[in-house]
């Protein structure tokens, strides 16, 4: 049973680690982030279960936090961007090309 | 047994959404997906023994961090889809291929890393499931906790300080805003006062009924535009409201001079165009341009549909 | 009889005799660091120099005759450069003073000579200073008493023949004749110089008389190696066979250098060197026999060039190789052959000479023109010139009593009693010079006029004549004085030893009688042909044998066959490996780099995705690791 999570949890970190890289919208390929960390978290809840202790809840939660705060400052930069280059597009960001 | 029922059914379910998440243009579509992720892996959560985590998941996640997602969808412009077209070469293929291996090779370690059955959580959260989470995150874990508060209110800093703008123009005040109306008005004939508010000449309050001025005639004014359009499509306008609307463009042009576009040409206008989000001077009440586009409310009306 | 001892000399004339390198080569420093300020009294400077060299080489003559004959090898020390190892001195004996009487007054009678032949050239100050130089060098060749000295007189008067071949410097033919020379001259000199790092080895000393006294104690082996690259310098300097091919382009110098240098004195070089290394050659029978028959080879060559020149100088240089052929056949048969040589040497001088002096007259006359089929007839106009021009003509076609008569029968009785094929070879050789020397006479002198409208012909100032007249005297006197009684041969054997027996002299011997007859036939068909009949005005086609002596007997060609095309193709080709090559290394390696980096480059799309994409990939590359190995 503890095998099915981790693979769900592998399986939704790969599909969010290919948008990342597949998706153009900034704020998409932030919510393909989120669900990257969210399959973290699964594997950590699942492993607190398996060891029989709380350190694996208490991580998710800490990861929570910190990926709230990460969200609002990253989607305040979004915007910031957005409103001086008119686009959310990840592909603008582009100066360092050869 | 229920769990494991619970565990397929949201497997696939959130598989399904991450795919959605992924794969769909529209970029609320991949909000709401990652919504339905959230929540099902809020359920996944409850059902292995950390209720806590689920409230908090729903809470913070699905409720703060996607609503929060989901305004600035709103800000950057809703309708934005990404064209299906990749500007770099390759990168869809070794992205999918390095998905899939990464996937397998995550499965293949992660998955043969347990051994054994899972001991469960019943010794661990002895008081209780949020008690024995206080007592680690209040006794062992202090330091990380009181840390990780400052890096919230740093957070909310930080955002305060990058979503603020410095005014460029001093802010028109209202003795500003009452001249602009007026040369307006000396301009295009567009009436000064604002609109009339819910309830003041109408007799019902469908939107397809049109107000009446105090004389008794229809105030060209209340018309909904697309409703009539839409009538008229069909055949259904009512001939007052048809001859008001005519009489209200002739007016138009005798005053601008230019020709006003017919409400057929208004409606192939408003198209969905990815509008740029709407200045301030929006929301001190600009210039009124013709009639019919007057706010950028009716435009977002536009915009969501 | 053996070489003398050579005694270490002081006092006296001979005490002196460094004064003969040193007064002409202050005379050539001065005219040379002095410039246009020296032009109105250079001439005479360089003149006075040369007498006065001639008036120390009389006196020491003069006070070496006062000694016994076994006591007249004097030598004189000079610097003493590394203390037990490097000396450097003067030796005065029988051969070195032979040698400096004749540069000296023959120089001497051509400076006087130069300063109405070279009246008109704005440039006669740095002709005199050439001529000094060029005497000083010489001397101080035929005066040293070791080879390092020797080599450095051999290089001086390379460098004066270089400068006065290349004296017009204007004009393209007179450079790349210099050039030629000094080329061809230098391959000589390696071989040379090779000879003396061999003598060096052997002996480890270079003086005279220590390496020639101690000769017979190396192994033959060795003394044929010496020879034979001691012949291959003499080779270069006296314009031998195969060395022989800048001698005919040297004549684009001034007359009076071609007098001088060409054939009176510095190509005689080449058989000083052999005659002073007698004792190398004699412990050597095949270097000897290699050096009779480059001799042989030479004269014969000589003599067919000349008979189809018709540029007087050239045919008279012809003439210059095919006489030196002669000294060095000599030279190359032994003690016996020495004096001839020598003697022969002295003789030709004169006569040589005289007749490059005349011909130096007959062009002054006719505005420069050496071509002898726009001559004809000149012996009415110029009767001095006609008269001293045939005296060095008889003498040299060995007309009896006249002084070819003595050395040259006397060459060839020697080498026929040495070696029966090369004396009837030589004798031909005589033959064909009668008949080529009675063309270029019967050309010039005689005939019909043939001059071109511009010309004027008309007898040279006295102070081109006279040098002519004193000449022609020698020319006609000096042979019988020689040979006549062994004399000469007496005087130099303290020098070079002179064999057991002296030969006899047999005016009518069989060979002598052959040669007149040869000789008689070749006059009197070059009277049928160039005398009595039309010489016509534009040379004829004539047959192969015409083109091969017009040619040069295609020494040219062969020299630019063997050595000029390879070498040509040898640069082309390092210059093709170094463009190609190294360049093509190094550019290559920078292409290389710079290509690849331009390709690098485009990895850094500026894209963050693409750079998402590798660290997913390294991320996955990570995991796979991890699998692998286990537990991290």
């Known amino acids: ?98 | 047994m229920g769990e494991s029922i619970t565990f397929w059914v949201l497997a696939v379910v959130s598989v399904a959404a991450a795919l959605g998440l992924v794969f769909s243009r529209k970029a609320v579509y991949s909000a709401l997906m990652l919504g339905v992720v959230m929540l099902s892996l809020a359920v996944l959560y409850a059902v292995q023994d950390a209720p806590f985590l689920a409230a908090v998941q729903i809470i913070v996640y699905t409720g703060a961090v996607m609503m929060l997602f989901l305004f600035v969808l709103m800000l950057v412009g809703v309708d934005s889809s990404d064209s299906l077209v990749e500007t770099i070469r390759g990168q869809r293929f070794w992205a999918i291929v390095g998905g899939l291996g990464f996937a397998v090779l995550l499965a293949l370690g992660i998955g043969n890393a347990v051994v054994g059955s899972p001991k469960g959580l019943t010794a661990a959260t002895q008081g209780g499931n949020v008690p024995s989470l206080a007592e680690l995150i209040f006794t062992r874990h202090v330091f990380a906790f009181e840390v990780t508060s400052a890096l919230l209110i740093t957070a909310a800093l930080g955002a305060m300080v990058l979503a603020h703008r410095e005014r460029t123009t001093p802010k028109p005040t209202q003795r500003d805003l009452s001249r602009q109306r007026f040369i307006a008005f000396g301009k295009t004939g567009k009436n000064p006062a604002p609109l009339p508010g819910p309830g003041t000449y109408a007799r019902h309050n469908a939107i397809d009924m049109p107000a009446l001025l105090p004389d008794g005639s229809i105030s060209p004014l209340s018309v909904n535009r697309y409703i009539a359009r839409y009538e008229e499509a069909r055949g259904t306008l009512s001939p007052e409201i048809a001859r008001v609307l005519e009489q209200e463009e002739t007016e138009q042009q005798r005053l601008n001079g230019h020709g006003t576009p017919t409400v057929a040409e208004e409606a192939a206008d408003a198209g969905p165009d990815t509008e740029p989000m709407p200045e301030e001077s929006v929301v001190a009440g600009r210039v009124a341009g013709p009639r019919g586009e007057s706010a950028g409310e009716s435009r977002s009306e536009e915009d969501g549909k | ?632």
């Open chain 1, 1 to 98: 049973m503890t095998t099915h999570y981790l693979v769900l949890s592998a399986l939704l970190f790969a599909i969010g680690g290919v948008g990342v890289l597949v998706r153009r919208n900034a704020i998409v390929v932030f919510m393909c982030v989120e669900l990257m960390l969210n399959a973290c978290n699964l594997a950590f809840v699942t492993f607190a279960r398996q060891n029989g202790n709380l350190d694996g809840q208490l991580i998710a939660f800490f990861v929570m936090i910190v990926a709230a705060a990460e969200v609002v400052v990253g989607l305040a930069i979004i915007v910031t961007i957005f409103r001086t280059r008119r686009s959310a597009s990840v592909d603008d960001a582009s100066l360092l090309k050869n």
């Open chain 3, 1 to 632: 009889m053996e070489p003398a001892e050579i005694i270490q000399h002081s006092g006296g004339a001979i005490g002196a005799a460094w004064l003969m390198i040193a007064l002409p080569l202050v005379g050539a420093a001065v005219l040379l660091l002095g410039g246009r300020r020296t032009d109105k009294f250079g001439h005479l400077l360089g003149v006075l120099m040369a007498v006065a060299s001639f008036v120390v080489a009389a006196l020491s003559f003069m006070q070496l005759l006062g000694f016994a004959p076994g006591e007249r090898r004097r030598g004189i020390e000079l610097y003493d450069f590394i203390p037990g190892m490097a000396k450097v001195g003067l030796l005065v004996d029988p051969l070195s003073i032979s040698f400096c009487l004749l540069i000296t007054f023959v120089g001497s009678l051509i400076h006087i000579y130069s300063i109405g032949y070279m009246a008109h050239d704005p440039n006669r100050r740095r002709f005199f200073a050439y001529l000094n130089l060029f005497v000083a060098a010489m001397l101080l060749l035929v005066l040293a008493d070791n080879y390092v000295a020797l080599f450095v007189g051999w290089e001086g008067v390379g460098l004066a023949s270089y400068l006065l071949i290349g004296f017009w410097q204007h004009k393209p033919s007179a450079a790349t004749a210099a050039k030629k020379a000094f080329i061809v001259n230098r391959v000589g000199d390696f071989g040379l110089l090779l000879g003396i790092f061999t003598i060096f080895a052997t002996f480890h000393t270079l003086a005279f008389g220590d390496v020639l006294g101690n000769a017979s104690k190396a192994s033959s082996g060795t003394l044929t190696a010496i020879g034979l690259l001691l012949l291959v310098g003499a080779c270069g300097k006296s314009a031998q066979l195969p060395l022989q091919s800048w001698l005919l382009d040297a004549m684009e110098g001034p007359t009076p250098v071609s007098a001088l240098i060409h054939a009176a004195t510095m190509v005689t070089a080449g058989v000083y060197l052999i005659v002073r290394s007698g004792p190398i050659f004699q412990g050597a029978e095949t270097a000897q026999l290699v050096v009779t028959i480059v001799g042989v080879a030479t004269l014969l060559a000589g003599a067919i060039i000349g008979t189809a020149k018709d540029d007087i100088k050239k045919a008279l240089a012809g003439s210059t190789m095919s006489q030196i052929g002669y000294m060095v056949l000599a030279a190359g048969v032994g003690p016996v052959g020495y004096a001839f040589a020598i003697a022969h040497l002295i003789t030709h001088g004169f006569f040589k000479a005289d007749m490059f002096l005349g011909a130096g007259s007959v062009m002054h006359a006719m505005n420069d023109e050496v071509d002898m089929r726009k001559y004809g007839a000149l012996r009415k106009v110029m009767p001095l010139t006609f008269w001293t021009f045939l005296i060095g003509y008889l003498a040299i076609i060995g007309f009896p009593l006249l002084s070819g008569y003595f050395t040259k029968d006397g060459i060839i009785e020697v080498a026929m009693e040495h070696n029966a094929v090369l004396g009837w070879l030589a004798v031909i050789g005589a033959g064909i010079t009668g008949f080529y020397m009675s063309r270029l006479v019967f050309m010039t002198f005689f005939g019909t006029k043939r001059w071109e409208p511009t010309a004027h012909p008309h007898e040279s100032p006295a102070v081109m004549t006279w040098p002519l007249i004193i000449l022609s005297i020698g020319a006609i006197g000096l042979g019988a004085f020689l040979v006549l009684g062994n004399r000469f041969m007496t005087f130099l054997a303290p020098a070079v030893g002179a064999p057991e027996e002296l030969p006899a002299f047999h005016p009518f011997s069989l060979t002598g009688l052959v040669t007149l007859a040869l000789v008689a036939i070749g006059a009197a068909y070059a009277w049928v042909k160039y005398g009595r009949a039309e010489v016509p005005a534009v040379a004829p086609r004539g047959s192969f044998l015409t083109t091969f002596a017009r040619r040069d007997l295609y020494g040219d060609a062969l020299n630019e066959a063997l050595f000029m095309r390879p070498g040509q193709w040898l640069t082309r080709l390092a210059v093709f490996f170094d463009n190609r090559g190294i360049d093509g290394l190094v550019n290559g390696l920078a292409a290389g780099i710079g290509g690849t980096s331009g390709r690098l480059r485009r990895v850094q799309t500026g894209f963050v995705r693409s750079y998402a994409l590798s660290i997913f990939l390294g991320a996955a590359v990570l995991a796979g690791a991890w699998l692998v190995v286990g537990n991290l």
